[in-house]
């Protein structure tokens, strides 16, 4: 006779979980949903931003890079805002003369040294700035090319002008806004000096994109960013990014050894190029 087999043997079941006590009278505690975490930010308006690439690495083949900076805009308000994206990169000496003519015969004419110019400076937004803010708030911040400060050379004196006390005026008297537009042309014209009306797109509702276009010439160092959000023509809010422009391999070992031994350095070069020259004499005079 064949019995049957044993029923399996269930796990217990899990113990009940009771629900809080509430005392008599007293309203229930709210249920915090994971999307109504965030409800804070809906009464600030500020701007965040980041960058696709904080690190750009520049080696022999380097032709340029595109950085994209995103962000979004929390806005409480209707109102309309309008963002505006500086990327300011190190400040180098700018060294300018300017051809003069002296009975006949075209000369160069005391070099002229601007302290404190950014080797590369890029602005875009929402819209024309003039349309954003006025001059006078675009020139205390020191947003676009027309507001760029950029240092007057050493010699310089302070005088009274419409009113104003104290306002510096370089030894190139009013010369120097010739110079200083002859800076920035220069530095348009090699691509380091660019300004975008519309290079910042709204893609989504509070989210926008601009690109950064480093070109090939661009200087390493530090870079910084500034990301402002304007609302009727006030700044309201800025995110602040940083961006790194690093040599590397052969070319950054090459760079930091003429920069720590720059004597060393010159010596070796000088021995190189006549030894180079040595041997390129004896290699064509046996042919």
């Not at 009464?43 to 980041?50: D, F, S, T, Y």
């Not at 660019?194 to 870079?223: C, H, M, N, S, W």
């Not at 700044?235 to 070319?251: A, W």
Request: aromatic share 8%; hydrophobic share 40%.
């Amino acid at each position: 006779m064949i019995s049957a087999p044993p029923p399996p043997i269930l796990p217990p079941p899990p113990p009940a979980i009771s629900a809080p006590l509430v005392p008599e009278g007293a309203a229930p505690a709210p249920v915090v949903l994971p999307s109504e975490q965030s409800v804070a930010t809906d009464g600030e308006l500020r701007v965040a931003a980041a960058l696709t690439d904080a690190r750009i690495r520049v080696d022999s083949s380097f032709r340029g890079a595109s950085i994209v900076l995103y962000g979004a805009v929390f806005n409480p308000s209707t109102s309309p805002t309008d963002v505006v994206v500086v990327v300011r990169g190190p400040d180098a000496p700018v060294r300018l003369v300017k051809k003069t003519r002296n009975m006949g015969v075209w000369l160069n004419s005391r070099p002229v040294l601007f302290e404190g110019a950014p080797g590369f400076y890029m602005t875009a937004s929402t819209r024309p700035l003039s349309d954003i803010a006025d001059f006078g708030q675009l020139r205390r911040l020191g947003v676009g090319v027309d507001h760029l400060r950029i240092g007057a050379p050493d010699e310089q004196r302070t005088v009274t002008r419409y009113g104003v006390r104290d306002v510096v005026v370089s030894r190139l008297g009013d010369d120097y806004l010739d110079w200083r537009r002859a800076v920035i042309r220069l530095k348009e014209a090699a691509a380091l000096y660019d300004t975008d009306p519309e290079g910042v797109k709204f893609v989504d509702k509070g989210l926008f994109r601009a690109e950064i276009d480093l070109p090939a010439v661009a200087p390493t160092g530090q870079y910084y960013a500034e990301v402002w959000l304007f609302r009727d023509g006030e700044p309201q809010s800025v995110s602040n990014l940083t961006l790194t422009v690093e040599k590397v391999g052969f070319e950054r070992d090459v760079y930091e050894f003429a920069h720590r031994r720059p004597w060393l350095y010159g010596i070796l070069s000088v021995l190189l190029a006549a030894a180079t020259g040595y041997g390129a004499s004896r290699l064509f005079r046996r042919n």
